[in-house]
């Protein structure tokens, strides 16, 4: 790596089509180390695509992403990008963190087995080392004591704080948080934004899918506005929330009061 | 408005549990009939429950049963094998991948488990040689004479392993298909390879649905075996032949099988409970871990969880 880093993650004319959709339609996205940034728009705009292309749970069908000044999925080869094999891709994506709306916590291990899995298996890391970080990560998010129950003897707050420590135990230096409240009862929203405040008070470079207007006034650094596959709006909370310039983040707000 | 509350029930005794004497009448004449076939079982001589007890235990009928057993489980292993490898290939995006498998699945499906049996008993007729080599460009390793390696007992294996491979197929398929796609988003996600994905994650949780029809299947299997016996395999069914082409005590060696195939068949079902007790772990985490014996004594029903 030659150039300095400026951003965590860069973000350049991404574009994906599913079927003759177009889900996205050149998308520009730079989030510096430590800053936190929000994306809000409608369902359907393409909130949760860009995310998933990000570590490349989708494949976009041009553009690119760099995550901590590596390329995502690819090589620089000269002047082109080259795909990359699998072991190398697993490498990236196991330095990007992804946060699910459905937890998705593995239903076949308990909550230590789902966070020392991937240090274990990704990593190689001792099982004895792999076990006292994952408590550690655990008792931050306050779920040591339920370290051998399986998910679905746990809320899904607690579904979902297992889910925080579980990305957490591979070090990423992004996390990516797609709709990660969206699936709680209204009174278990809270313990979870509680977990990723403290997370982003602590230099974590996040990018936050949310409905949760309150959290990302609070929260965000840069509030991304998105519409029908474009970046609609974009800048700090103060602005695009309680002054938006245009008719189309306005409407949008608005639906949401 | 009148209350039917005319004096206060007593609360220390049961209430009176409704009287069903359709159901004693039902229990009455079902006991009557079960009665009345017992003593035909045991007052016809013709059944010559003697001679049952003579063979039951008799060195062929023993061998026969040890055949079967290893006929049923070679068969299942090769069945599970190919079982797996065609389901992960009709999952794969690989068109050429997919397409194999899909026809081996209909052909294998689509032909009756006889006729492939036969067909493999007959194998030297369509290659006489089997060679071992690269294909198209050679060089060859090895040659046999197809007539002195398939014999009876290999065709056997090979005919109902193959055939069962099809059906493990498309219930592995299935099992695969079950698993929240959440599942193996979240293991790619943190950087895990899809082969570990698959291995540690889906397979593990579509194992699930993957072993109820699968003790089926074996239990089935154990009962296609004796279909070895129309190539001069001695499995259970041809070792009893065997004696009554001898005897003439026709019935009651096939009595003989039978209560073997009861047996052996009794002894899966219990061995498919176990193993689906195991794995309904995560499921029914705090449930106790019920032996055999407690099962039994709760009349094979399943023992209530803490749900």
Partial sequence: MTAAIEAMIEVRNLHKRFGHVEVLKGIDLDVAPGKVVCVIGPSGSGKSTLLRCINRLERPDAGYVLVGGHFVGYRLVRDRLHEVREHELCASRASIGMVFQRFNLFQNMTVLDNVTLAPKLARGIGAAEAERKALALLDRVGLAGKKDRYPNRLSGGEQQRVAIARALAMEPSVMLFDEATSALDPELVGEVLDVMRALARDGMTMVVVTHEIGFAREVADEVVFMDAGVVAERGPPSQVLQAPREARTREFLARLL | ?307
């Avoid at chain 2, 389901?87 to 052909?107: D, H, K, P, V």
Wanted: proline share 6%.
């Fill in chain 2, 1 to 307: 408005m009148t209350s039917d509350k005319e004096v206060e029930p007593r609360l220390d005794l049961p209430p009176v549990p409704l009287a069903r004497p359709g159901r004693w009448v039902a229990a009455a004449f079902v006991a009557l009939l079960v009665a009345w076939i017992v003593a035909i079982l045991f007052n016809n001589p013709n059944f010559q429950w003697k001679v049952v007890g003579k063979y039951l235990f008799s060195k062929e009928i023993i061998d026969g049963v040890k055949l079967t057993i290893e006929l049923t489980l070679t068969a299942m292993a090769i069945g599970v094998v190919l079982g797996v490898i065609a389901a992960l290939m009709r999952l794969s995006q690989n068109r050429l991948l997919y397409g194999t498998a899909t026809f081996y699945i209909m052909a294998f499906r689509g032909t009756p488990a006889l006729v492939q049996l036969i067909f493999w008993y007959n194998l030297a007729a369509l290659f006489p040689k089997i060679t071992l080599g690269i294909p198209f460009f050679g060089p060859d390793f090895v040659s046999f004479n197809a007539n002195t390696i398939i014999t009876p007992v290999i065709a056997a294996n090979l005919g109902l392993g193959l055939c069962e491979g099809a059906y493990m197929a498309e219930i592995v398929r299935a099992g695969i298909l079950s698993v929240d796609p959440g599942q193996r988003e979240a293991g790619i996600a943190l950087g895990l390879t899809r082969a570990q994905t698959m291995r540690r994650i889906i397979l593990p949780q579509a194992l699930r649905v993957i072993v109820p029809p699968t003790g089926n299947q074996i239990i089935s299997m154990l009962k296609l075996s004796s279909l070895a016996s129309v190539i001069s395999v001695t499995e259970l069914l041809s070792a009893a032949g065997l004696i009554y082409t001898r005897t003439f005590e026709t019935i009651p060696l096939l009595i003989v099988a039978s209560l073997w195939y009861i047996t052996l068949t009794g002894v899966l079902t219990l061995g498919q409970r176990v193993i689906e007790r195991r794995l309904g772990r995560s499921v029914a985490e705090t449930a106790p871990d019920a032996g055999i014996w407690s099962r039994l004594r709760a009349g094979g029903r399943p023992i209530a969880g803490p749900d």
